[in-house]
């Protein structure tokens, strides 16, 4: 048996204990990342405007066309087309300021700044609109089925739109990036003229509003009428070792409260405080005993080399586990070693939450004396022997009678 047992965990919740979760948002979707599993969701899948979450996007995109990120470019009129106009949110930059890549980067991300989108844009492809093909080409590249862009500032427009189970996927992607990821994470920069200095704005709303929000790694803030308030985050519980990421749209713009951060805190305190992986099985527990044919031990009995954890609720009760084993009765000589020979099925309050698969490990250990015994072929060996000592015995007779 070459592997009984692997880590083999995947996602399982009650959906009892989900449902009576109540936000405010009107979209969501709350992955497991260690398993990338949703384990809670709320017209996930709906079309919906998603504000300045765009900029996740646009900061992706504009990382993989950038040479130099220390390389020199200056801020320009253009790169302030209609913002003024639209009340875009602003990082801070001015015209003729001479800045970098890196601080054009941090300025889309920390603050949120429209005019940062649009320099790089401007400065990277020539154009918004070919900044823009190359953020739906990402779109489609990454699998995106319900995604398109229309501007690079997530300013609301009918063909800028998305939905939470995308922005999660893209986010996924863009996390890989270790720029990406490293801007993300970042609670404040300094530009590298040092006029200006950056903070997320994610964490001076959750401070303003008092959330705790120490357990969130990183996080994109997005905000319009369309799109209500709106976050992208990921968070560690660092109790039972298990990476989250959620997002959410649609959250009420009222400024009494910040709803958007609101919910996701409330999202991960949830499932911090009632999931965590329970052991299915323990490592070294029977899973099954078989016949053996012929073998020098009458049974051949496999064990669990590793113990098998599933993501669970805290009412989870050992004594509701099933195995049920399907395949091969009986090993015998001819079993193939390292090769399935049959699988376990199991269930958790009847519901089948895993299979995983049963394999020869060691060699077949024959035995002549239980083949023989098996067969019957013992009885003819001993009427043999007997039939041998007889016939030996009676020429010995013989041989001494000729001599008297």
Known sequence: MKKILMFLCC????????????INSSNAVVYNLNEDEIVFEKNSNEVISIA?????????????????LDEKVTIKSRDF???????ASLAGFEVGQTVTYRDLLYGTFLPSGAEATQ????????????????????????GLTNTHFANTTGLDNKD??????DVAKLLKYALKNDIFKEIYETN?????????????SFRYTAKKYGYDVSSLIGAKTGYTDDAGKCLASTAYDDK??????????????????????????????????????????????????????????????????????????????????????????????????????????????????????????NEYQFSLINYLLQTKLIYVLII?????????????????SHRH
């Open 81 to 87: 087309v209609t913002l003024y106009e639209e009340g």
């Open 188 to 200: 404040s920069y300094t530009t590298s003229d040092e006029r200006m200095t950056f903070y997320s």
């Open 119 to 142: 320099a790089l844009a401007f400065n990277l492809t020539g154009s918004i609109e070919s900044f823009v093909e190359l953020m739906n080409q990402k779109a489609t590249e990454i």
């Open 240 to 361: 039972n070792d298990i990476y989250y990421m959620s997002v959410t749209c649609g959250a009420s713009t009222d400024t009494s409260d910040a709803y958007h951060i609101k919910d996701n805190v409330l999202l991960y305190n949830y499932f911090f405080d009632n999931y965590k992986y329970q052991t299915i099985i323990d490592k070294n527990e029977l899973l099954v005993s078989l016949k053996t044919k012929y073998g020098k031990e009458k049974y051949a009995s496999f064990y669990a080399k590793e113990p098998l954890l599933k993501y669970l609720d805290n009412s989870f009760d050992k004594n509701k586990i099933i195995l049920s084993y399907s395949g091969l009765k009986e090993i015998g000589p001819t079993t193939n070693k390292d090769k399935p020979i049959g699988k376990i099925d199991i269930f958790y309050d009847k519901n089948l939450i895993d299979t995983i698969d049963i394999t020869l490990d």
């Open 384 to 400: 043999i022997i007997i039939f041998f000592i007889f016939h030996k015995r009676k020429k010995t007779h013989k041989r001494v």
């Open 11 to 22: 996602f399982f919740v009650f959906t009892t204990n989900i449902l009576a979760l109540e």
């Open 52 to 68: 300045s979450l765009t900029k996740i996007m646009t900061t992706i995109v504009a990382i993989e066309n950038i040479k130099n």
């Open 160 to 165: 800028n739109y998305s939905t939470v189970v």
